[in-house]
């Protein structure tokens, strides 16, 4: 809990010739930024590219007979996705419970996060290494925070990923992967090589269970004015081209563990009763299920282009799909219930929810708002100098 660290107060280990140039060098030796504008640093929001997508929807029911929309409105989960011909900056906020200064809070954090980013990543002062970009991506979550606070929000996760292009490739591991995050809003890469997914982020929960209901930390006023950093982290991650890069909220990952997808049980949180027909999952095990999960979506995603990349919209396509299907006997469950109907007596209504919350049990599938931001590592062709993505709801 508290502020920020200092960068005195941060350790890395970077092995020897992971030392990057961040972004496009010009002829003058000189990273330039992108038009100065009022949005993030950004001038033209949501514009379309193959390599950089991102999705942000809610998994929950839809009001029947209470008037239009989903429980769970309004949707606190915010993401950007920026691409630029050799690097690219993802970042997803998710406010914490629902309502609108949740919504502000992520809101707050995403933009000024990437702000930050956009400001700092280019020009004379640019960062020469992916120490120095760690960083001043760590520094950006200052400026998340300050805005936070500033503008009556409450609290958020936050995970912003800064993918760049080597000095000095290790092979064909010619890219890395700066990562900060806070909260449970988890980083991935889909490896192309090994086929496999990793979790950079998974130092945050790393030995223990997740529990759904908590985050583990958070930005904004978790504390008086004061943030929880209980489990910030750093990392950074080697990447080779066609890797895909994805940061996702916790609506988005929770629907790939093996006990909310009733593949084993734990002995932790609100699954703590497992069905006896269900082996008993490690923290590891339960882990591995997860990666293993999301690779086998993803594989399932490809369309066997002649290339052998998978690609972007791929990757975000499968996941969707996956996460809309493990919900959908929740969603229909929930709506059939019509717990909405001003007829129904407060006994009548109780008695409904019981009976709802025992079937629901039995149900694959976590109900939550689900955001994914996506980013093919390779070079990216465009005719400006910028193509980004930006979605607040």
């Not at 942000?56 to 769970?72: F, M, N, T």
């Not at 933009?111 to 990543?121: C, D, F, T």
């Not at 972007?312 to 006997?329: L, N, P, Q, R, S």
């Not at 007596?345 to 039995?362: G, M, N």
Request: proline share 5%.
């Amino acid at each position: 809990r508290g502020t920020l660290p200092s960068k005195a107060s941060i350790s890395f280990t970077l092995c020897a010739g992971r030392r990057v140039l961040a972004w496009q060098m010009l002829s003058r030796g000189v990273l330039m930024p992108s038009v100065p504008v009022p949005a993030a640093g950004i001038a033209v929001w949501n514009i379309q590219l193959s390599e950089a997508i991102g999705i942000s929807i809610s998994l929950y029911d839809h009001k029947v007979g209470g008037g239009a929309g989903r429980h769970g409105d309004p949707n606190a989960d915010v993401y950007a996705v920026i691409a630029r011909p050799n690097n690219a900056i993802l970042a997803v906020a998710d406010g914490c419970n629902w309502g609108p200064k949740p919504r502000q809070a992520a809101r707050c954090a995403a933009n000024g996060s990437v702000q930050h980013l956009n400001e700092l990543l280019f020009g004379s002062s640019a960062p020469s290494s992916t120490q120095e970009v760690v960083q001043v991506i760590l520094d950006s979550f200052n400026s998340a925070q300050k805005s936070i606070v500033r503008n009556g929000g409450t609290t958020t996760t936050l995970c912003v990923a800064v993918v760049c292009e080597l000095v000095k490739p290790q092979g064909d591991l010619r890219w890395g992967l700066c990562v900060v995050s806070v909260g449970d809003s988890p980083c991935f890469v889909w490896q192309n090589t090994t086929r496999q997914v990793l979790e950079v982020t998974s130092a945050a929960h790393e030995g223990h269970n997740r529990d759904m209901r908590d985050s583990g930390g958070c930005l904004g006023t978790s504390v008086g004015d004061e943030p929880d950093l209980g489990n910030l982290i750093c990392s950074f991650t080697l990447l080779a081209e066609g890797d895909i890069v994805f940061v996702t909220s916790d609506g988005v990952s929770d629907n790939f563990d093996p006990v909310t997808l009733h593949e084993g049980a734990t002995t932790h949180g609100p699954s703590a009763s497992p069905p006896v027909s269900l082996p008993v999952l490690t923290p590891d095990q339960r882990q591995a299920g997860l990666l293993a999960n999301l690779a086998h979506i993803i594989e399932c995603s490809r369309s066997h282009s002649n290339d052998g990349f998978l690609r972007a919209w791929e990757v975000m396509d499968g996941i969707v799909k996956h996460i809309i299907g493990i919900t959908d006997c929740q969603r229909s469950c929930l709506e059939s219930s019509n717990f909405d109907n001003p007829v129904l007596t407060t006994l009548e209504r109780r008695t409904k929810e019981l009976e709802v919350k025992d079937k629901l049990k039995t149900m694959s599938g976590k109900l939550d708002h689900a955001t994914l931001a996506v980013y093919e590592v390779c070079r990216v062709s465009t005719n400006s100098s910028t193509k980004a993505m930006w979605v607040a709801r």
